[in-house]
């Protein structure tokens, strides 16, 4: 009896390659229309192969894949260059911006889950780490709160994420933010989770506003707005937190660079 076989065509981006055998890549990638797939792609590295300089980091590709029965893998049949963003690996920190944005988006996908809203976020935010009057710490943290949005995480920064008013809310420095309970707090839903034992953090005040800002931004508009870098920073440090408190698991690509040894450090 023959075997029933499955073509599929979709728009791609790919999130992760491992080596198979000796000239063959097993690659995870972000689709369009079906969600995270990982596909076969046989005799990747050999002289001739049909997916010379395709499978690259950043590219909206073009792609068709063919599940066979009887096979542990899906296997790649075409893949072409829809939009080559080849620049991003030329500047160091809009390439590790890539990456960052890459293994945050991957933490969203979810395998033959469609989300066509995640991918278009995604390939926007490449595009937008190759025009060179925008940021690419700014640009990560739109992506953050598109991501934030997106998942139905989105952090309250203009009102209380308890009791839902902007009432009673505290206006010094250093403001009550608890990461479990969504967002920002007033004073006396503060007060009341402490007296719970739960862990409210004092976060920066301009932190937040910003970040309030940022997201009433439309994701075009980010290379017009100048920000203070510290107050960029801060921004970033705040929704770092958040996404690794509830993605449960920290990413690797945010984590701070290990301090050089002692004996190699600047006198």
């Given at each position: 009896m023959a075997r029933s076989t499955n073509h599929r065509h979709d728009q791609a981006v790919l999130l992760r390659r491992s080596p198979y055998g000796e000239s063959s890549l097993v690659v995870q990638l972000l689709t369009r229309e079906h969600g995270l797939v990982s596909v076969l792609a046989k005799g990747v590295y050999r002289l001739k192969s049909r997916y010379f300089a395709t499978l690259d980091w950043f590219d909206t590709l073009n792609v068709e894949w063919r599940a066979t029965g009887g096979r542990e893998l899906t296997?790649?049949?075409?893949?072409?260059?829809?939009?080559?963003?080849?620049?991003?690996?030329?500047?160091?920190?809009?390439?590790?911006?890539?990456?960052?944005?890459?293994e945050l988006t991957r933490a969203g996908a979810r395998p033959a889950l469609a989300?066509?809203?995640?991918?278009?976020?995604?390939?926007?935010?490449?595009?937008?780490?190759?025009?060179?009057?925008?940021?690419?710490?700014l640009v990560l943290v739109g992506f953050d709160l598109a991501f934030l949005?997106?998942?139905?995480?989105?952090?309250?920064?203009?009102?209380?994420?308890?009791?839902?008013?902007?009432?009673?809310?505290?206006?010094?420095?250093?403001?009550?933010?608890?990461?479990?309970?969504?967002?920002?707090?007033?004073?006396?839903?503060?007060?009341?989770?402490?007296?719970?034992?739960?862990?409210?953090?004092?976060?920066?005040?301009?932190?937040?506003?910003?970040a309030g800002s940022l997201k009433r931004t439309p994701f075009a508009a980010?290379?017009?707005?100048?920000?203070?870098?510290?107050?960029?920073?801060?921004?970033?440090?705040?929704?770092?937190?958040?996404?690794?408190?509830?993605?449960?698991?920290?990413?690797?690509?945010?984590?701070?660079?290990p301090r050089p040894p002692r004996s190699l450090r600047p006198v």
């Open positions: 296997l790649l049949v075409a893949a072409s260059i829809q939009t080559r963003r080849h620049r991003l690996a030329t500047d160091l920190e809009r390439y590790r911006a890539a990456l960052t944005l890459l989300d066509p809203l995640l991918f278009d976020r995604c390939t926007q935010a490449l595009d937008l780490l190759l025009d060179p009057a925008a940021p690419p710490a949005d997106g998942m139905g995480l989105s952090p309250a920064l203009e009102h209380c994420a308890s009791c839902g008013r902007d009432k009673n809310l505290p206006t010094t420095p250093r403001v009550p933010f608890s990461f479990g309970a969504g967002g920002r707090l007033c004073i006396s839903c503060a007060d009341a989770a402490r007296g719970h034992g739960e862990r409210i953090r004092d976060v920066s005040l301009q932190a937040v506003r910003v980010l290379p017009r707005v100048r920000l203070d870098p510290a107050a960029l920073a801060g921004v970033r440090e705040l929704l770092s937190g958040f996404l690794e408190y509830h993605l449960e698991s920290p990413l690797k690509s945010r984590r701070p660079a």
